[in-house]
């Protein structure tokens, strides 16, 4: 489901009720109410104020404008709702919006579960729906946790850990992580219990730029990687017995999860074109089985 189309669409329906309220209705409604409080003034007013004074004249004169001036229930499904609309659609096409962690693919980091958010604004400004870059504030960093539409699949989000840049020259071979013939450094961090599957996975301390982060990787464990598909750029990578090579063409990135052994990335198809870019995850605002979760990570 495209709910930014649907919202889009239904922006676009309630302002064009909302134009037709204040070009044509409310108009209406003001004729109507002043025709309704001239008669009430002349024929009801007078008799009211003799039998129950002043006040009730200016109660029964205030309902009758309420009443008169009210829109009709379709107008206020339609018009009505218009604001609130807008600023949602706004707010979450620029400013931030929200996603749910469907999968373990970036354990430790984040958590099946976890409600997050999405800077909509950190990569550049994009036109919704069409995903048009309008204004370009900036490009993702090594070790950003970015959402972006799966390449094989763009109604899909998917969000993974930026690993290469354009231009870059990743490997990763034996488990270890090396990018432009550096080796990424790599330290043990302890083990990490997986409720879910109730088992204990190693954990260690990955750097990419400024960025520390843990991962969960077997370093024991086959290394071997097969290709799912063919994909954009194919030529680009070579697949070996104990891993994948990859240069990242221009304007692609490569994207990889924090959990390694359970996560199917660029290392099985391929790289995240730069117009795929959702927008860079910052921040769990809630998981429900897990309060402790709320909070920013890295």
């Known amino acids: 489901m495209n709910f930014a189309l649907i919202l889009f669409v239904l922006m676009v329906l309630t302002f064009v009720a909302w134009i037709a309220d204040r070009i044509v209705f409310r108009p209406r409604r003001l004729l109507a109410t002043r025709t309704a409080l001239e008669q009430f003034d002349r024929d009801t007013a007078p008799v009211l104020r003799e039998e129950k004074g002043d006040d009730a004249v200016r109660a029964e004169r205030l309902a009758l404008r309420e009443t008169t001036e009210r829109q009709p229930v379709w107008l206020e499904y339609t018009a009505g709702l218009f604001p609130v609309i807008m600023a949602v659609f706004v707010l979450r096409s620029f400013v931030a919006e929200p996603f749910k962690i469907p999968s373990g693919s970036m354990i430790p980091t984040l958590l099946v579960g976890d409600l997050i958010l ?42 993974k850990r930026v690993v290469g840049l354009p231009g870059d020259r990743v490997e990763y071979r034996n488990k270890r992580l090396k990018i432009n013939g550096v080796d990424i450094p790599l330290r043990a961090d302890g083990e990490f219990f997986d409720e879910d599957r109730l088992s204990y996975s190693s954990r260690y301390l990955e750097k990419l730029g400024d960025n520390e982060h843990k991962i969960l990787t077997e370093l024991n464990k086959t290394s071997l990687i097969a290709p799912m598909v063919a994909y954009p750029f194919r030529e680009r990578c070579a697949y070996h017995s104990d891993g994948v090579t990859c240069t990242v063409p221009p304007g692609h990135y490569f994207m990889m999860g924090d959990n390694r052994e359970n996560s199917l990335d660029s290392r099985f198809w391929g790289f995240v074109p730069e117009e795929n870019i959702v927008g860079k995850a910052f921040f769990v605002w809630m998981n429900f089985s897990d309060l402790k979760r709320i909070g920013s990570f890295k």
């Open 118 to 159: 999405v800077n909509k604004y950190a990569y550049g400004i994009r036109l919704p729906v069409i995903h048009t870059k309008i204004i370009d504030v900036g490009s993702p960093a090594r070790g950003d946790v970015m959402v972006f539409r799966y390449p094989r699949d763009p109604s899909i989000d998917y969000i």
